[in-house]
């Protein structure tokens, strides 16, 4: 098994993706396929930009929301559930091919990248800058980067 670079930045996160599409083998070793993951953590960038379908309460974003994502980034580590979906987000798929979740994911950074636009109130953090969406989106990438694993190609 190759370690995989952790991720401080979206741009870490491109080179991560060009990492796992070199990789021999890829696989996710925790409850939902790679594909699967991969989704997961587009819905979730794109949503930054689109809403999030169910979002918490205005008091609990203000609250335990708003204090979580103070925790976690001054930690520098997020940790959550890593097969819980984000609330009405649509199901994720579950094929065996995982290089169209990189596609989404890829485009979804890329997207965000470039966003100039006003940002979507976080479902539990509640209202965040741009720097501080992308760093709650690095610390979810690197969080579920703890269940995907990547055999070198050899080259």
């Known amino acids: 098994m190759a370690d995989l670079p ?3 930045t979206l741009d870490e996160s491109l080179r991560w993706l060009d990492h796992l599409e070199r ?3 890829v696989r996710a070793l925790g409850a939902w396929p790679l594909g699967a993951v991969l989704e997961h953590l587009a819905q979730s960038i794109e949503m930054s930009m689109d809403g999030f379908p169910q979002p918490r309460s205005a008091l609990f974003q203000g609250t335990a929301g708003s ?3 103070s925790y976690f980034k001054w930690r520098g580590r997020m940790t959550h559930g890593l097969a819980e ?3 009405g987000a649509p199901a994720l798929g579950a ?4 290089k169209p979740g990189a596609i989404r994911l890829r485009q979804a950074m890329n997207r965000f990248n470039a966003w100039s636009g006003p940002l979507k109130p ?4 509640g209202a965040l800058s741009k720097p501080d969406f992308a760093l709650a989106h690095n610390m979810h990438i690197r969080n579920h980067q703890d269940e995907i694993v990547a055999e070198a190609d050899g080259r």
């Open 6 to 8: 952790t991720v401080q």
């Open 122 to 125: 976080h479902f539990a953090y």
């Open 67 to 69: 204090m979580a994502f």
């Open 23 to 25: 990789a021999r083998s």
């Open 95 to 98: 094929g065996a091919d995982w």
């Open 85 to 87: 979906p984000i609330p």
